[in-house]
Structure formats: C-alpha cells, structure tokens
C-alpha cells in the first residue's frame, strides 16, 4: 500500500506529540502523532482524500478515516470539551467526502484563551487489533503553512518489509569473504601488509599461529591457500579484485593493533614477500598498456598509424599517430618509476622524495631516450655508462632501498633545528649521485647478464628451454614463487625485448585447461564434470588458480598431464622461434603481445597453445584413472611395508615376506569377488546420486542468478519513497523464494541418500573391519621396529580402504604418508 501523505491543516508550528506534556496524549494513549500549535483559526482537511466519520456533539473533535489509511483524530485545543462547543463552526458533516482544500472547522480561539485553556491541537492515529499504522514526521520541520505537506503514515507491517530489504541487501558475497578472511587471519594485529595479484589475496602474517588456515579454505570463494615464508596467499581468482576492494574499506573502518611482535622471517622468505609487493601492483599497467601496444602494432601494419624511429621526433607524425604513442610508449619509458614508487611505498619510506629521485634518474627525455652521455666501455652493442634508467628497474629499486635506509640514518644524528631543511637535500644528493655513478651502471651489467642468461635459456637446442619452463611455470604457481621466476623475462619484454621463454607462461596455463577437458570426457562424477566445465572459462583468460586447487591438483595426474602437455607445446615453440614481443592480455588475449611478430608468430602461437590443449588432454585420459583399485593399493602399500621391514632388520626380500606372511594373505585379497562386484554396483548408485546433486547445484545456482537480480532491484526501489512498489516486489520476492524446487530436491536428494546409506552398510563395515586389522597390526610392527614414522602407513591403508568414497568426496583423505625417503636406507641382501 501506498504511504500516506499528511498535510498541515492550518497555520502554525508543528511539535512531536510526546512534547505537549499534557499526561495524556504526550503519553500516547490516545496514539502517535502531532501537535500544532495554530496560527490560523480555520482547520482544513489533512489529507487529500478522507470521509468524516464522526464529528462529536462539543464540536471540539472529529475522526476523518483517510482512504486507504487510518483513521485520524483532531483535537482542538486542551480540554476545550467543557466549552460544549461555543467556539467552534463546523463546516461539514458525518459521512462526507472531504480533500484538501475542504474546510472543516472555524475557531474562536479567543474564547479559549479567556477560559484559560490551551489552544494547542493534538492529531493522533486511532489505535486498531487490525492495522498497526505509524506515523513519520519530517526532518527539521517546525513553522508550516496550511497545506504544507509535514509527514506520512505507514503500516508497521510496510517496515517490517523494509526491513527485511535492508537486511537482505546489506551485505555481498564479497563483504562477507572479506570480514571472514580479516578474522580468520588475527584481524589487523596479526598483519603488516595486504595486497594482491590477478588472483590471490595476499598478507604478510605476523604470527601464523594465530591464522585458521582450516577456516580460510572453507570459505565459498576461495581456492585453496599457500605459504611463502611469511607470506599467506589465498587463491580467489578472478574475483579477487572485488575482494581486496572489500577488505579495504573493511580495515578502514578498523584501527590496526600493533601489540604483536613480528615473527622472524628469513632473508628468502624476505626477499620472496617484497619481490611480490613491489611488481604485482603494476600488472593492471603492463598489461593495460601491453593490450593497447598490441593494437598499435596492428594500426602500424595496417598503415593507419607511423611510430617515430629511435631518434625521431614527435613533431615528424601525425597527431593520430603522436596520441597512440604517448599512451603506449609512457608507461615503459617510465618503467623505473613505477617499480620505485611500489618499492618505497611498501618499505613505508617518504613516497613524495621517491618519485622526485626516480623522476631524476629514470627520465628518458632528460638523455635523449635513455643513450649513454658518458660512455665508459661496450660490451657487444650495449654501452655502459652514465645514463637514465628509463625501461630498466633494478637501478630504481636500489635507489629506493638506498634512500630508505639512507633517510633512517640521518635522522638518528641530524638535528630536530635543521632536518627538515637539510635531511632529504642530502639524501636526495647522495643517492642521486651514487646511482648514476655507482649503483645504477653495476646493476646495468647486472641486467644484462640475467638478459643473457635468460635468452641463452630459450635458445637451447630443440626448444628443450622453452620446454622446460613450460613444464615448471605451473608447479611455480602451486609454490607461489612464479612472480619470482617470471621477473627476469617480463622485465626484457616490458623494454620491448622479444623473448621466446614468455610463451611458456600461457602452455603451462593451457596445459591445465586441456587436461581439464581430459578429465571431463573421462570422469563419471557428474558434480567434478560440472565444476570442470565451470572453470574452462577461467582457465581460457589465463587464470589457472580454480583449475589447480580445485581440481587437477587433487587428481594429481592430470596436474601431471597438464604439465607433459605444456612442455610439447613449448619445446614446439622453441623449435619454429614463437616470440612474445610485447606485453599483451592473459590467456586468449596474450595473442596481441605477438601480433607486432608478424602474422606467422601469431599464427605459430595459436598452433603452439591448440597443441598443448590437444596433448594434455590426451595424456590425461591416457593416465587418468577416476579412482584407485582398492585391492591394487593395498598390495602396493604392502610392498611398502615389505620393504620397510627388510631395510629396518636388514633382512632378505624373502625373509620379511614370510614374517609378514599371515598379515599380507589376509588383506591382499581381503575382498571377494563378488564383494568387488557389489562394489561396482555400489560405485553406480553414488554416480547417481552425484548427478543428482550436480543437478540440484546446476539449479541452485541459476536460482541464486535470479535472487541476486531481485535484490539488485529492492535495492534500488529502496532508494526511493515508492512503498506500494517496493511492498509489490518484496511480495514478488517471497512468493520467488516460496515456489523454487530447492526443497523438493533436497528431499529427493537425502531420501536416495538414506537408501544408498542402507545399500552401502556392509561396505561399511567392512572397512572398519579392515582399519580395525590394520591399525592393531601396524602398531605392533611399529613397536618391532622401533620405527615410529610406521603409523603413517594407516593413512595410506584408510585411503585405499575408502578409495570409493574419497573419489566421490563423500569422506575425507588423508594425507600424511609414509614415503620411501623416510626411511632409513640400508643395502638390502
């Protein structure tokens, strides 16, 4: 329903109805409302549509009943009831229609005032069993005119809607993952830094103790989480942006506590954590740039545009030509900046004095686009001398970390009269001069050996470099240490060096991808083929996170495929000199970084990415296998355990097999073979049920598509004063929730459940019978041999026994294995 709009129905000054202090109607018994304290002595209706439904016989009252709405008392002055009605002339009648130019009543206020009562006229709502209207007076109102419009009545019912709006809308998915990450990480005391790359949240912890990792994983967004050193990464992917966007304006709202001492962290673990700090902030430039380089090399092909040669000027192209260049070619040539800036930034030095120092030594247009004004010797066609730093980093870095420290010690001695004066001069001084003269020409030899190895790597025969880092860059990701490795060749890219290692970056991502497609055409898990085909889309843009955590890495051998795939196509690549010549998008859009190569690199590229797809899928269902035979890994971990025994009491083969002998009869053929065939039946009715979940997920997550547009619109009808609309879509939205088959489903789903928990109690039993045998006969061993790492080995039996379940993620695997390295190496006779 509508809200009802209310109207001055005189001349006056307007007061809430608690502040008449009269006993009775400032304590509501009557109901909520106003006062007016009236100006004019003619009453007007106060509403634009209402019927008198009583006018009492003293005239010093009357009920209007708005339509649609309450009903309404007016009462004219304080007990002017003994007046039997003298002062006032009634102007209309029981029964009738009035709006808001009708008049109802003429007053003598005078003769009120002779009587010594107050004029003051309280307007309240009749309480009702049926209707629970309130009444909203507006902001800052107080003198009015008749006809002004000073507030609204609603039903409470209407503001129980609204308040359900307010609660469905007041927090996203994103919020959520960020309050939940903030306080499973020890809130703000537990950490100095956040940040994040294309898809993982980072924050270096200062207690890792206190983080609940366990907690941080479940969380719906999140990927999976990877330490690095000090360093904890959380996997998101591409929404990850949206995330760090939330935990900000999370933590600004927080003041950081800094009672926790920071833990010790090693110069590795260091180095890794700032490396990451410094050059993950500039990846939505070079790639950015890289994206709009790619469409200037095509505009230059296709002969719309003309690029100035090294020492051309501006003023020689076209004004087309000389905007493409100013927007492509700034970020590069000021590619030291940017790195300095993120370097002193996360030191958490002068940021202002930074930019002025790497503005100084960075700056191409200061020495003729960064040539050597000093040239001291050349190795090759590189001169080494006093130059600017434009495309290069290491000298910016340096300078940044000189600066840092160089800054922290003259405050120690410089006094408190003159620092501001004299401090920053002369470590502006120092710095500049050591870079430029020390620093910045020993680092340049320094880039050039690691360009040198680098392109030295790419060069090796057969494409086996390009092979290699392909085969590597994923577990590189897996590690967290990518950044780390990719630095080197990014950076040669970034100054416009082709380099023929960057192809490698996209076949180990496609590599992952084409082992996903392998997975899908094999497995039989209706829910992992959903979640696979789900995560194609990402893994095709370049973000392989969803794919690793979420899948291949578990399975582990298409991980491994993945891999084997992504080198075929590098050492391809290696071969026919696919090169990346300029910073382009991700994934498929890392195809406009090869375009300036000509028409054959891009076209050797895509060839290259369709055969590392093709191989690594091929490979996977060449050695995928959905799950392990459970009497094939029994008899694989007593073989283990055969070994263990002869490496402990140096003993034959022989020997620990017939020690071992009832123990490995028992549980190498431990099922029948109808028991194997009761198995497979039971493996049949959880692919049935794993479609049916997958089918209840399909539909959940259209319906939380179509719940998230309702909300999107509620909050926006929320915004406005439309009641009658918002109420209409509110119901709209109820009525949507009411009439999903979310229940019905989930009912179907845990009735087949509770069928197949029936069907499956002798499988049960069974491995707890098994893991009964085990544990008792594992512990004794490990007591013989004095080798308690032995225990480990009932993990590895649990997974085997329950190799059905795990696989279809209906029991949890674990892993804590006993590994050959473990143990104790002795010559076996």
């Not at 002339?89 to 229609?97: D, L, M, S």
């Not at 999140?222 to 935990?247: D, R």
């Not at 993945?562 to 859009?589: C, D, E, Q, R, T």
């Not at 959940?700 to 406005?720: F, P």
């Amino acid at each position: 329903m509508e809200k009802i709009k209310f109207y001055a129905p005189c001349d006056g000054k307007i007061f809430k109805i608690e502040k008449l202090n009269d006993g009775v109607f400032s304590e509501k018994m009557l109901g909520d409302g106003i006062y007016i304290e009236p100006d004019s002595n003619v009453f007007y209706s106060p509403f634009e549509e209402a019927n008198i439904n009583m006018i009492f016989d003293t005239k010093h009252a009357m009920f209007l009943k708005c339509k649609n709405g309450p009903n309404v008392l007016i009462h004219i002055g304080l007990d002017t009831v003994n007046l039997k009605g003298k002062p006032f002339k009634i102007f209309t009648e029981v029964n009738k229609q009035v709006s808001l130019n009708d008049k109802l009543v003429e007053v003598n206020f005078n003769m009120i005032k002779e009587n010594k009562l107050q004029i003051s006229t309280p307007i309240v709502i009749e309480e009702s069993l049926e209707d629970n209207w309130k009444f909203i007076l507006k902001d800052n109102i107080k003198n009015v005119k008749r006809g002004d419009e000073i507030g609204y009545f609603y039903l409470e019912n209407q503001k129980d809607i609204l308040k359900n709006i307010d609660a469905l809308i007041s927090i996203n998915k994103y919020d959520k993952t960020a309050e939940d990450i903030y306080k499973f990480v020890g809130t703000s005391a537990n950490y100095s830094k956040f940040y994040n790359c294309m898809t993982r949240f980072r924050l270096i912890i200062k207690n890792k103790s206190k983080v609940d990792l366990e907690s941080i994983e479940k969380l719906n967004l999140v990927k999976g989480t990877h330490w690095n050193g000090e360093e904890l990464q959380i996997i998101i992917g591409g929404e990850v942006q949206k995330v760090f966007a939330s935990f900000t304006n999370l933590t600004n709202n927080f003041s950081k506590e800094n009672s926790v001492v920071k833990a010790k962290r090693s110069f590795k673990e260091k180095a890794m954590a700032s490396l990451a700090g410094v050059m993950v902030p500039n990846l939505p430039i070079f790639i950015g740039v890289g994206m709009l380089m790619a469409v200037q090399s095509i505009l230059i092909q296709a002969g719309v545009l003309v690029k100035p040669g090294p020492a051309g000027s501006l003023e020689e192209i076209d004004h087309f030509s000389q905007y493409f260049y100013i927007i492509t070619d700034v970020a590069f040539k000021f590619l030291g900046l940017f790195v300095g800036y993120n370097t002193i930034r996360y030191l958490g030095g002068n940021s202002q004095m930074g930019l002025l120092i790497c503005l100084v030594i960075a700056n191409p247009f200061l020495f003729q686009n960064a040539t050597p004004i000093w040239t001291w010797f050349k190795i090759g066609d590189v001169s080494i001398g006093i130059k600017a730093y434009a495309n290069t980093i290491l000298p910016c870095v340096a300078a940044m970390i000189g600066y840092y420290w160089l800054d922290k010690w003259i405050r120690t001695w410089m006094p408190a009269m003159v620092d501001i004066i004299f401090r920053h001069t002369l470590a502006f001084i120092i710095i500049v001069s050591a870079t430029f003269f020390f620093v910045g020409p020993t680092l340049g030899l320094v880039e050039y050996g690691i360009g040198y190895v680098v392109n030295e790597i790419g060069l090796l025969p057969f494409g086996i470099g390009v092979a290699i880092f392909s085969f590597v860059w994923q577990p590189a990701v897996v590690l967290g240490i990518h950044i780390a490795i990719a630095m080197p060749i990014s950076v040669q890219v970034q100054q416009q060096i082709p380099q023929l290692l960057s192809p490698g970056l996209m076949y180990g991502v496609y590599g992952q991808v084409g082992a996903l497609v392998g997975l899908i055409i094999r497995t039989k898990d209706a829910k992992l083929r959903a979640m696979s085909i789900a995560n194609i889309p990402a893994g095709l843009i370049g973000v392989s996170e969803p794919i690793l955590y979420g899948i291949n890495l578990p399975k582990q051998k298409p991980f491994i495929a993945g891999n084997i795939g992504a080198a075929i196509g590098g050492m391809i690549s290696g071969i026919i000199g696919v090169k990346l010549h300029v910073p382009g998008g991700y994934g498929i859009f890392s195809i406009t970084g090869y375009i300036p190569g000509g028409g054959i690199n891009v076209a050797m590229f895509s060839l290259c990415l369709l055969i590392t797809l093709a191989s690594s899928a091929l490979i996977t269902l060449l050695i995928y296998k959905e799950r392990p035979d459970e009497l094939k890994e029994i008899r694989k971990i007593n073989k283990l355990l055969v070994y263990t025994y002869c490496q402990k009491n140096n003993i034959t083969k022989k020997e620990a097999l017939l020690k071992l002998d009832v123990f490995l009869l028992r549980t190498n053929n431990y099922f029948s073979k109808e028991e194997l065939k009761n198995i497979k039946e039971l493996e049949k009715e959880i692919i049935i049920l794993n479609k049916k979940e997958a089918t209840f997920d399909k539909y959940n997550e259209k319906y939380e598509v179509q719940k998230n547009k309702y909300l999107l619109k509620l909050k926006k009808m929320r915004k406005t004063e439309e009641i009658e609309k918002i109420e209409i879509l509110y119901n709209s939205f109820k009525n949507f929730e009411k009439n999903n088959k979310l229940e019905i489903m989930q009912k179907e789903i845990d009735s087949f459940k509770e069928k197949l928990k029936e069907k499956s109690k002798w499988f049960n039993n069974k491995q707890e019978e098994f893991m009964h045998i085990i544990s008792q006969n594992i512990n004794n061993f490990a007591i013989e041999l004095n080798f308690a790492d032995l225990i480990k080995l009932n993990n590895q039996y649990f997974s085997a026994i329950h190799s059905l379940d795990i696989n279809y993620g209906l029991t949890q695997i674990k892993n804590d294995y006993l590994r050959r390295k473990d143990i104790k190496m002795k010559a076996v006779k």
